[in-house]
């Protein structure tokens, strides 16, 4: 008899503890959605503003300087990147690695498109430039984005 009852509290405790186990993980996916939804909506605001023709057009002021405006860019990219840096705990590390490599690229761009022009260029003319590049790997971020958003 002793043992039935000892097997019949094991069974008892083992149903508690995956009971347990169950709620908890609820409890988590009630918390952590929310967070990777709003990941998801910052990171992609993080890539729509890093966009040229957007980034030009937010940086850009009559009367800068090359050299001013060249810094202001990187100086904005990187600011924005970096505020949005936590989110990388809430996106699968593929998405994350698309973030920050259309990060690199448009960073590279812009330095490519500076290193290009001539030192009297005027600023207009560079930004000019600056709007047609286009970025690949911005559309390639964002896909991915959407794609986890999608599956959340």
């Not at 690949?136 to 959340?152: D, G, S, T, Y």
Request: charged share 25%.
């Amino acid at each position: 008899m002793g043992y039935f009852l000892n097997r019949k509290m094991k069974l008892k405790d083992l149903d508690y503890r995956l009971k347990t186990k169950s709620e908890m993980r609820i409890a988590t996916a009630k918390m952590v959605v929310p967070l990777k939804i709003q990941a998801c909506e910052r990171l992609l605001l993080f890539l729509e503003r890093s966009q040229l023709p957007v980034l030009v057009k937010r940086v850009y002021a009559p009367g800068v300087t090359k050299e001013a405006f060249h810094i202001a860019l990187l100086q904005n990219v990187e600011e924005e990147f970096e505020h949005n840096m936590a989110q990388q705990l809430y996106v699968r590390n593929e998405t994350w690695d698309a973030v920050r490599q259309a990060k690199e690229e448009l960073v590279g761009q812009i330095n490519a498109t500076f290193d290009k022009t001539e030192a009297g260029t005027d600023v207009v003319m560079v930004a000019q430039a600056l709007v047609a590049v286009p970025n690949p790997f911005v559309e390639q971020a964002v896909a991915m984005l959407k794609k986890e958003f999608n599956e959340i």
